[in-house]
């Protein structure tokens, strides 16, 4: 008793409160720019949920959606710093830490979610999540969102002649330039939470985006058309910051692993199911209208972005590119 008591007025001489003594949470910060309505909105408050259930008192979460605390461009930027712990950027945002990353961005390549997850749970897939770890990024699971449609301010928006010309907002992905280039349009690198406001003014034509993402961007509400042309992914790594996730106590990297894992199965589990809520109440809100492909438009699409596919396979690897094309069934 006299020990504590002790202790305790030496700490008050010390200014420390009784509080504070008491071992304080390691705070963990997840960031990320879309809304918490989509896919990875839904997968980061999980994570949080799970963490803290497993790790009670041991950490605290933060998430911040909607490029809050940082938006792309940002991100990495602060994660390597350690600002901030986990980010789940898209796939398309990783090519200056590898280029073997790039295969997700070949148009056409995969023909739905199902064979995007299959080849990211195969030894390659896998061995990607490692890919930059000399870059001080530890890739931890791929969250899914889902395939990209094509949108514009035009009427016209069936055959790719109807995009020639037209500004195009991408995100800052080397293969994505190079697509809309095959296609004679302008292709604008433009931070994600830019986009609304550039469509609106008309710094930009068009975008190409998921379901979940066009609709809780309001995107529909300043576009004409949405294309349903499916001619490619949005998918993340999440990732975090490897020396700092070495450094943490055992307990505390486990649980966090655990917590990953459930929140990667419900995030992925919800993909599909909130992009097609968001497509019905697109469809809905009557603003943009949807218009659908026959197969021979997607072909002349497919026919048209193909060239994309030469020019980044050194970097990437042909290896990889078949290794992929073989989870289509
Ligand atoms: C985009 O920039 O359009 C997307 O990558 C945003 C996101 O994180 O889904």
Same mark, same amino acid.
């Given at each position: 008793?006299?020990?504590?008591?002790?202790?305790?007025?030496?700490?008050? /001489?010390?200014?420390?409160?009784?509080?504070?003594?008491?071992?304080? +949470?390691?705070?963990?910060?997840?960031?990320?720019?879309?809304?918490?309505?989509?896919?990875?909105?839904?997968?980061? =408050?999980?994570? &949080?949920?799970?963490?803290?259930?497993?790790?009670?008192?041991? #950490?605290?979460?933060?998430?911040?959606?909607?490029?809050? =605390?940082?938006?792309?461009? %940002?991100?990495? !930027?602060?994660? =390597?710093?350690?600002?901030?712990?986990?980010?789940? +950027?898209?796939?398309? &945002?990783?090519?200056?830490?590898?280029?073997?990353?790039?295969?997700?961005?070949?148009?056409?390549?995969?023909?739905?979610?199902? $064979? @995007?997850?299959?080849?990211?749970?195969? $030894?390659?897939?896998?061995?990607?999540?490692?890919?930059?770890?000399?870059?001080?990024?530890?890739?931890? $699971?791929?969250?899914?969102?889902?395939?990209?449609?094509?949108?514009?301010?035009?009427?016209?928006?069936?055959? +790719?002649?109807?995009?020639?010309?037209?500004? *195009?907002?991408?995100?800052?992905?080397?293969?994505?330039?190079?697509?809309?280039? /095959?296609?004679?349009?302008? +292709?604008?690198?433009?931070? *994600?939470? !830019?986009?609304?406001?550039?469509?609106?003014?008309? #710094?930009?034509?068009?975008?190409?985006?998921?379901?979940?993402?066009?609709?809780?961007? %309001?995107?529909?509400? #300043?576009?004409?058309?949405?294309?349903?042309?499916?001619?490619?992914?949005?998918?993340?790594?999440?990732?975090?910051?490897? %020396?700092?996730?070495?450094?943490?106590?055992?307990? @505390?990297?486990?649980?966090?692993?655990?917590?990953?894992?459930?929140?990667?199965?419900?995030?992925?589990?919800? /993909? $599909? !199911?909130?992009?097609?809520?968001?497509?019905?109440?697109?469809? !809905?809100?009557?603003?943009? &209208?949807?218009?659908?492909?026959?197969?021979?438009?997607?072909?002349?699409?497919? %026919?048209?972005?193909?060239?994309?596919? &030469?020019? *980044?396979?050194?970097?990437?690897?042909?290896?990889?590119?078949?290794?992929?094309?073989?989870?289509?069934?």
């Amino acid at each position: 008793m006299k020990l504590v008591a002790a202790i305790l007025s030496g700490a008050v /001489a010390l200014g420390l409160s009784a509080s504070a003594l008491a071992q304080s +949470p390691i705070v963990v910060k997840f960031s990320h720019v879309v809304a918490e309505s989509t896919p990875k909105g839904q997968g980061a =408050l999980k994570f &949080k949920e799970v963490a803290e259930k497993l790790l009670p008192g041991k #950490v605290e979460v933060q998430v911040f959606p909607s490029s809050q =605390l940082f938006g792309d461009g %940002k991100e990495m !930027e602060a994660l =390597l710093l350690g600002d901030v712990h986990f980010i789940a +950027p898209s796939l398309s &945002k990783f090519d200056r830490y590898t280029k073997k990353i790039q295969v997700f961005d070949l148009p056409f390549l995969f023909q739905d979610l199902a $064979a @995007v997850d299959s080849f990211q749970q195969s $030894a390659d897939g896998k061995a990607l999540l490692d890919a930059m770890k000399n870059r001080n990024l530890q890739g931890l $699971a791929y969250w899914h969102n889902g395939m990209k449609q094509l949108s514009t301010n035009k009427d016209q928006l069936t055959r +790719p002649e109807h995009v020639k010309g037209l500004k *195009f907002r991408i995100q800052a992905s080397d293969v994505l330039e190079a697509q809309f280039r /095959a296609l004679d349009a302008n +292709p604008q690198k433009m931070a *994600f939470a !830019e986009v609304y406001q550039a469509l609106q003014t008309g #710094v930009v034509d068009g975008q190409e985006n998921t379901w979940s993402n066009i609709h809780s961007q %309001k995107f529909h509400e #300043v576009q004409k058309t949405i294309a349903n042309t499916n001619h490619g992914i949005i998918d993340y790594m999440v990732v975090t910051n490897a %020396k700092w996730w070495d450094g943490l106590p055992a307990d @505390v990297r486990d649980g966090l692993k655990k917590a990953m894992d459930e929140a990667t199965t419900h995030a992925n589990k919800l /993909a $599909a !199911e909130l992009n097609e809520r968001d497509r019905k109440r697109i469809e !809905e809100a009557g603003k943009a &209208k949807i218009q659908p492909l026959t197969k021979d438009d997607l072909a002349a699409w497919q %026919k048209a972005m193909a060239p994309v596919w &030469k020019k *980044f396979e050194g970097g990437i690897g042909a290896d990889l590119i078949q290794a992929a094309l073989k989870h289509n069934k």
